[in-house]
């Protein structure tokens, strides 16, 4: 949300996405960004909820709802172990 929000540089993501959720999220930032005409959100967001739900000992899907002061939106995300590490390989943000 901080990225779609021109608060925070994708690349400071890219060790924790897959290169597929990375390049949607990229298309998507320049979108929203456009629409704003490059501004930035006005406040930081806040995490209003999660939600998480184990599917096995390497795999984990978790959904929140954001407020980025303009927005309240829905995020979702599968994360799977990579490496020793944890990897988004799915993200929808609403």
């Keep these: ?5 021109g ?9 924790w996405l897959t290169p597929g959720v990375y ?3 990229q ?14 959100t006005t406040r930081a ?12 000992p390497h795999t984990l899907e978790a959904s929140a709802v954001v407020d980025d002061g303009a927005v309240v ?8 172990s990579h490496r020793g590490a944890w990897r988004a390989t799915v993200l929808e943000v609403g």
Excluded at 1 to 5: A, N, R
Aim: aromatic share 0%; proline share 6%.
């Design 73 to 80: 939106r829905a995020v979702a995300v599968r994360l799977e």
């Design 7 to 15: 608060r925070r540089p994708l690349a400071q993501l890219a060790r």
């Design 23 to 25: 390049d949607a999220l």
């Design 45 to 56: 967001p806040q995490v209003r909820r999660v939600r998480t739900c184990a599917v096995d």
């Design 27 to 40: 298309v998507r930032t320049d979108l929203t960004l456009r629409v704003r005409r490059g501004r930035p």
């Design 1 to 5: 949300v901080e990225v779609l929000g």
